[in-house]
Structures are given as C-alpha cells and as structure tokens.
C-alpha cells in the first residue's frame, strides 16, 4: 500500500497546502487520483463545516477569494459533483498535474505511486481581458 501527497504549488513553485493519504494500491490513474483528492478534501471539510472552503474546485454558489472560497452559509459538500468538476477542469486546462518531474495528461494514465507518491497540482487563473 501507498501513501500519496497532494500539494498545490503556484506556477512559480511555491507551495500552498498539502496534505498525504495513506492506503492506496501502488497504481492509481490520474483520474482515480484527482476524485480521490477531491473526496478527502470534501470529506475533511463536510467534518467541520464553515464558511470557507479551500478544494481543488469551487464548490456551486461560492465566491472565489484569495487562496480558497466563501460559502453563503455552511453546508455540506458533495464530493461526487466536484469530482466530475475536477475531472472537467483537468480535460479543460483548468488545473494541471505533476507526477514526479512530469506533467500527466491524460485521465486514464496511471501513476505509479511507489516511484511518484507526491502529486503536485498547479491551477491555472484566467487573466483578466486575456
């Protein structure tokens, strides 16, 4: 079993969070990854509940704020839904992946995660008038 880090980098490397997931067979595709991710961070989040959510993705109904999103009020995230949001995101450049010293991009490529255990998630903002 494997365990597999989740940072998020900015385009310039410098780190914004992280956090690990123990148990994971050895082998995993990017897709099962990224709902993974998105599971825990939901799952963490759905434990204790605010106003503010930091995730891969916003969640429907929140503002986009500096390093995260606000909630109109408390509620609980369907990790499902912002899987297949993350999904889209990734098939539409919205984020990117880093397995190792590569970058993945497809979906349905695994990752062995003996060799590449730390994933590293750069998101890609939009420039305004761009």
């Known amino acids: ?30 897709r099962e990854l990224i709902r993974l991710r998105v599971r825990e961070e939901a799952a963490r989040y759905n434990a204790r509940p605010t106003n503010r959510f930091n995730g891969l993705v916003r969640p429907d109904d929140a503002e986009t704020e500096l390093n995260g999103c606000r909630l109109r009020e408390p509620r609980r995230i ?7 949001i993350a999904e889209r995101a990734f098939l539409a450049n919205g984020f990117f992946v880093l397995a190792g010293d590569r970058q993945v991009e497809d979906l349905d490529e695994a990752v062995d995660l003996t060799t590449d255990p730390d994933l ?3 998101k890609l903002v939009a420039l305004v008038g761009g």
């Open 1 to 30: 079993m494997a365990t597999v880090t989740f940072r998020d980098e900015t385009a310039t490397g410098k780190p914004l969070t992280e956090f690990e997931v123990a148990g994971q067979p050895a082998r995993m595709t990017v």
């Open 78 to 84: 369907d990790w499902e839904r912002q899987a297949d």
């Open 120 to 122: 590293v998630f750069i």
